[in-house]
């Protein structure tokens, strides 16, 4: 078979040796469209169109660069859990070995107890979670009504309302500014990242780090697993300020009579105040594409509470640049 083989490459040299002309015509053709593209491709972003145009987008280009930036500062913030688990609490106090003599190897699901935001428990309750997820996130990641638990709510909600809102922003920018172009198809298909950096546009790898909880089971041989999982985005996180207030409400604490920060209650202050910055009188009528955000007037960290006389709309500039500072009059 070896003797077989070299005839056969022996053979094949020789056919491309008396007819290399053939392959470097072969090879040609395949190449001359990726060729004659990539010669396209520099005359566009060398045309005088192509130029004048960026330079026109300047200052567009430069504040999505900015939003960016600020996107990127919001997300090095941090999201932490607002709860946790116990069921491995003690699991770092051991150490686990598969100690098997078995002929044969395979894997096994394997329950992860140093998880804090993972619950080890039964099929049952990781079925009862599926169908109920508030009342077995709040119980088993001891989540409980009070001030402060549902302050701290709150300002995951806002921190998560935030991004969620920037990062949307960005991706109606760059689309915008896609469109203002109005590349040639063969660019977007072939050469769109490098069309953004003639351009100038930074790209976003921003993404949303939405708080998860896990209900898990993992059979006592690892032959089987089930999971529930709950992301703990806005609107998840607006019921749970629901539930969590319902419960105060009826207590002695006066957390649970004042109003709390929701995406309703975002979208309303904005409403209220016009889609109109209160500091810098930024409207989106102007710029269709500007980033408001609801700030409290009296920062929460300050005592500052969540009702209507406390909220107040800002461009994301005049947000930034007031911080937790107190509002100026």
């Known amino acids: 078979m070896l003797d077989a083989a070299l005839v056969v490459a022996a053979v094949v040299i020789a056919l491309l040796v008396q007819y290399w002309y053939v392959c470097v015509v072969v090879a040609a053709l395949i190449s001359l469209p990726r060729i004659i593209r990539r010669i396209k ?183 089987s697993a089930q999971r529930t999982a709950i992301k703990l985005d806005t609107p998840k996180i607006d019921a749970l300020i629901e539930r969590l207030s319902e419960k105060i409400r009826f207590g002695t604490s006066a957390a649970g009579q004042r109003a709390l920060m929701t995406a309703k209650l975002r979208g309303f202050i904005k409403q209220r105040d016009n889609y109109t910055c209160r500091y810098c009188s930024a409207s989106v009528v102007r710029e269709p594409n500007l980033l408001l955000e609801v700030d409290h007037i009296i920062p929460i960290s300050k005592g500052g509470l969540s009702i209507l006389e406390n909220l107040q709309t800002l461009c994301w500039r005049c947000n930034r640049t007031k911080s937790n500072k107190v509002a100026r009059d």
């Open 41 to 223: 491709k520099n005359r566009y972003f060398g045309s005088e169109a192509f130029l004048r145009h960026k330079e026109e987008l300047t200052s567009v280009v430069a504040e999505h660069n900015e939003i960016v930036s600020y996107t990127s500062e919001i997300r090095r913030r941090g999201f932490s859990h607002i709860g946790a688990s116990s069921s491995g609490s003690q699991a770092h106090l051991a150490a686990f070995e598969n100690t098997s003599h078995h002929a044969y190897r395979r894997d096994r699901n394997m329950a992860d107890y140093a998880g804090t935001n993972v619950h080890n428990c039964s099929l049952q309750v990781v079925r009862n979670a599926a169908a109920d997820p508030l009342t077995y996130l709040t119980k088993y990641f001891r989540i409980s009504a009070d001030e402060s638990v549902l302050a701290d709510v709150e300002e995951l909600g806002e921190n998560i309302s935030r991004l969620e809102d920037a990062v949307g922003n960005l991706r109606q920018r760059e689309t915008g500014i896609l469109g203002s172009f109005d590349p040639p198809a063969f660019i977007l298909k072939h050469y769109r990242d490098e069309f953004m950096r003639h351009v100038g546009v930074e790209f976003s790898p921003v993404s949303v780090p939405y708080p998860e909880y896990l209900f898990e089971y993992v059979s006592a041989g690892g032959n």
